[in-house]
């Protein structure tokens, strides 16, 4: 079967069997165009579905209720409401945290700042497997979440700032709640060994994603 640009036009009439090409053409660009999202992974859906749905009257709310929101994040630590293996490494209320990176380095609004992991497995050749996670949840909430990418092959789980292509400040500076994943297994930039390990190969093409989102939302929804 010929491209879309592969077609010879008769001489008589081939403007009529131009329109016909051109119109079977563009039915399947938007059949390519819809499969392609569909399979898309996981961290660009989520990425995408956050930054397009703009709410009506998008309002800062302001944690002021009792406890203060120092305790509310230390008690996110012994928080139960999520998987059974769940293990909450450090859940910290910081006014002025000064960390390093592109796009979102420098000193960050007050925030609690919660780092976990669960999934917990030895995989292929005795190799211990997680998904790691960090969330940032602002003191200025303005009602959003946004689930941060990785890059390359992942494995290390970023600062959740939402500072990529975000203009001059990140998400986090205006009140998002951000996260972020290390996809399920870790490693440094192009290592791809973990892709032995069927599941953590799943993990990493799209569960992962999916997964955190389903610890992260209920905490932003305990600390709030």
Known sequence: MRGCG??????????????????????????????????????????FAVLT??????QTRTRTQSPSPQAACSALAEWAGGPSDLRIDEARFYTDRTVAGPGGGGTLPPHCHV?????HRTGIN????????AIN????????????GGGGLNG??????????AGGQSALARGFAVVSTDSGHTGSGFDGSFMADQQA??????????KTAEVALPLVQEYY
């Open 6 to 47: 592969s077609h010879a036009l008769p001489a008589k009439g081939g403007h009529m069997v131009r329109r016909r090409l051109l119109r079977a053409c563009a039915d399947s660009a938007m059949k390519s165009a819809r499969l392609l999202l569909a399979t898309m992974p996981c961290v660009t859906v989520w990425v």
């Open 53 to 58: 749905i703009e709410p009506a009257q998008a």
């Open 201 to 210: 190969l799943l993990y990493f093409q799209f569960q992962a994603n999916a």
């Open 156 to 165: 290390a789980i970023r600062e959740p700032v939402g500072g990529q292509a």
């Open 137 to 148: 949840l602002p003191e200025n909430w303005n009602g959003r979440f946004l689930f941060q």
């Open 115 to 119: 780092l976990g992991s669960f999934e």
């Open 126 to 133: 005795e190799v211990a497997y997680a998904i790691g996670f």
